[in-house]
């Protein structure tokens, strides 16, 4: 039982006369993706294989406990008061950094709110995105150059805007097709708009609709729906009946669940789905099955909805103690190794500290700024107000 | 909270305990109140407004929803026409518009679509405003969308007695009533007087008597425009406050009547200023009070901005600096 979650009778042979046929059976068995399982042993997958070979793994093994380190610090920063509130990823390394590793260099990240090791990765200084949850910011990052869009408040919004973003993206892409004579491919990969987004969110009208655009049109778009099982206090039976990613099937986009505690399986997964958005094969959604570890956010009390069995039950499914217990199987992790790594991510955890308080305080007449293209009068004018009184 | 209600006649709640023990008192009142939202069963809502709700009427009366605004609303509607009186609870202020809809096409309508046949006893509850040091979509003061939706009620409590009957009203009321639930005051103490609720769920109310100048406001900002009043009264001004509390209808009754003794107004709210209700009210008094009012109807309000980051909220929203630079200048003509 180590690539397939049970998830009980099929309803069809619960015995009542006649309805099975008209219940889809598939909710009976879901089959998940996994190539290295909790404990660190290599499993085969009848459809995947991992894309790199073990001595690439280390990498993705740092990045982790790297992203680790940034959130515990910043959960402890909110603690002592540094920050406002703080929105932990402590158990989803996997798959931020899986995700990440296989992005191409046109691909464009729509996040949720939850992303910040994705964000770290992709190159958003620390402190821009301390600034969100320090209250000085929106998150008002250069999200084109990032190729990492703004981070999303409203759960689902943004699925819409990845969608309509790779509609986008495919349409440039048709329309240098057509400009071209010489009959050759265009030179560069044409991108993909990679959108996370939660169990939680799957049920908000947004998310659906992105669904149904992206198949209609195609888009080229990935969902990674990361099922930390919980949205705050509303376990994911709530949201849905049947797995989440075969919610997928019924608006004609394939859908796959992957564990999400399993970097080489997700990389795996995600690679292959970026390959189907990129020739043209249209939308995919990755159910990443995994497990929130710590509170929703800094403000949250986890005690009053679930069990302490639970969370720990999810303890020994931890991404990083397996991928480095795999690596050490295969000759490519040892003791030396691990001692550098937890040096580099001491002397990071201080560059993290240290970052909280590179966070420039804002001032209020940016907020009169950039709320048109141009200004207004009126604007000036309690702009001017503003700061008179500010200045006294 | 009702055993206890009729032995003693008044206690000490903050804001949000009382709104719990008011929604607690309405659902032993009446089967028919179910109350659904977000995380409100076993948590007691992000705010704590529900707790206890769950387990003193089970999950069948106080449900645990999925994670969508739009249903909880249309939902709620659905539910109403079979009798019942649902409670919805939405997150936050932000997070109110993907059920924005629901509300004001659906919800604020069926009454006058149905000549009067299908009225819908529905309460939607919010925390709303700022000042609470939260992220994007967590402050919003957005009562004049819902204000100008002829059909819903809106109102807001500003103090924990109001809180405790005006969400009893509110359930009570056969039309749907939006609740301003005023987030930076959850955590204010107040008496609750248990035996009376004092006024209806429409009236306004003079919470402090002056004779230069009314200040006019509800929910968050009348405990600013209290302490504003104080410190004219430092300065040797005597200024009037109205808890305004019901923002559709309005008392003009009780409001004109205050302005037409001070002569002056100047109404104080978090929403941006243009379009806000600020200019509803300056209007009405202007149109009403032309020849009485000594000089022009002041606002004092949020800017025509975004909601700013956190650390900017404090010079951001309309505080007590403000409405003094603003009783001056209303004097001063
Ligand atoms: C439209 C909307 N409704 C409610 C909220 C409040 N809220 C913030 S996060 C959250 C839960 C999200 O759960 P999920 O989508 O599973 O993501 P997770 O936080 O677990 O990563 C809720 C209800 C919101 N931000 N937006």
Known sequence: MTSSMSMGQPVGASGTAGRGRFEAPAASVTPMVQLVDPSGVRVDDPDFAPIAPPDQTAALLRDMALIRRFDTEATALQRKGQLGLWAPLLGQEAIQVGVHSVLGGTDHVFPSHREHGVGMLMGLPIERMFGIFKGCEMGDWDAEALRFHHYSMVIGAHTLHAVGYAMGMAADARREDARRTDGQRPSSEPGVSVVFHGDGAISEGDVNEAYIFAAAYQAPTVFICVNNQWAISEPVERQSRVPLYQRAWGFGIPGIRVDGNDVLAVQAVTSWALDRARTGQGPTLIEAFTYRMGAHTTSDDPTKYRSADESEGWQHRDPIARTSAWLRSVGEWDDAQQAQLDQDTEAFGAEVRAAVDRVPDPSLGQVFDRVYAGTTDLLERERAEALGRVAR | ?333
């Not at chain 2, 994007?136 to 103090?159: K, Q, R």
């Not at chain 2, 002056?264 to 509803?280: F, K, L, N, Q, T």
């Open chain 2, 1 to 333: 909270m009702s055993q206890t209600a009729t032995a003693v006649s008044s206690s000490t709640l903050t804001l949000a305990k009382a709104l719990n023990a008011g929604l607690r008192a309405a659902m032993e009142a009446d089967d028919r109140v179910l109350m659904y939202g977000e995380d409100i069963g076993p948590l007691g809502g992000v705010f704590r407004v529900t707790e206890g709700l769950q387990a003193r009427f089970g999950a069948d009366r106080v449900l645990d929803s999925p994670l969508a605004e739009s249903g909880l609303v249309g939902t709620a509607i659905g539910m109403a026409m079979r009798g019942y009186r649902p409670v919805v609870e939405l997150q936050f202020d932000g997070f109110v518009f993907p059920g924005f809809d629901q509300i004001t096409q659906q919800l604020a309508k069926l009454r006058s679509r149905s000549h009067g046949r299908v009225g819908l006893p529905v309460v939607v509850r919010f925390p709303y405003g700022g000042g609470i040091g939260s992220i994007e979509n967590h402050s919003e003061s957005i009562e004049a969308y819902f204000t100008h939706t002829p059909g819903l009620t809106v109102v807001s409590p500003s103090n924990p007695h109001d809180a405790y009957w005006m969400i009893q009203q509110a359930v009570a009321s056969p039309d749907p009533v939006i609740f301003l639930e005023p987030k930076r005051r959850y955590h204010e103490k107040g008496t609750v007087r248990l035996d009376a609720p004092g006024r209806d769920l429409h009236e306004a109310a003079v919470v402090r008597p002056g004779a230069e100048v009314t200040l006019l406001a509800w929910g968050p900002m009348v405990r600013t425009c209290l302490d504003a009043a104080t410190v004219a009264a430092d300065e040797g001004r005597s200024v009037e406050v109205v808890d305004v509390r019901s923002l559709s209808p309005l008392d003009m009754t009780t409001i004109l009547e205050s302005v037409g003794r001070t002569s002056r107004a100047i109404v104080v709210h978090e929403a941006a200023g243009s379009y806000g209700p600020g200019a509803e009210l300056a209007a009405r008094i202007t149109e009403e009070l032309f020849y009485v009012i000594e000089s022009p109807v002041l606002r004092v309000t949020g800017y025509d901005t975004p909601y700013p980051p956190s650390r900017l909220e404090a010079e951001w929203l309309p505080g007590v600096d403000r409405i003094l630079a603003a009783v001056d200048r209303s004097l001063g003509y």
